[in-house]
């Protein structure tokens, strides 16, 4: 499977932005699916992740209450939404697809995928300003 993200940018603070994880070459309905976000010099950070399972999902502490994570019904897109931006939301920010089994969790506390089956996408930055 392909992933690539879109729909970052330039925000203020307080402001909303809505990401999305697009794939191809295979439907994601058998992935746990996970947003990552990554600043220079930094480890990735896993944000939010939701089960190909049962559509449970993760979320960091950071991001409690102010994101949420979804699928969407062609099961080929998962988005982020993301609310109340904060400058510390500033970085560069990735979905990545681990397939079943396994749990929404791991993959966002792990930040690692299958080595034959997984993916990540190339990124779309984020940048929140005051």
């Known amino acids: 499977v392909q992933l690539v993200e879109s729909g970052g940018g330039l925000v203020q603070t307080g402001g909303s932005l809505r990401l999305s994880c697009v794939a191809s070459?295979?439907?994601?309905?058998?992935?746990?699916i996970g947003w990552f976000r990554q600043t220079p010099g930094s480890d990735r950070e896993g944000v939010s992740c939701?089960?190909?399972?049962?559509?449970?999902?993760y979320y960091a502490e950071s991001v409690q209450g102010r994101f949420t994570v979804s699928r969407d019904m062609t099961k080929t897109t998962v988005y982020l939404q993301m609310n109340s931006l904060e400058l510390e939301d500033t970085a560069k920010y990735y979905c990545?697809?681990?397939?079943?089994?396994?749990?929404?969790?791991?993959?966002?506390?792990?930040?690692?995928?299958?080595?034959?089956?997984?993916?990540w996408g190339q990124g779309t930055q984020v940048t929140v300003f005051s």
């Open positions: 990545a697809a681990d397939p079943l089994p396994g749990s929404p969790q791991g993959l966002c506390l792990t930040a690692r995928v299958s080595y034959d089956s997984g993916s």
């Open positions: 070459g295979a439907t994601l309905d058998h992935y746990n």
């Open positions: 939701i089960s190909g399972s049962d559509e449970s999902a």
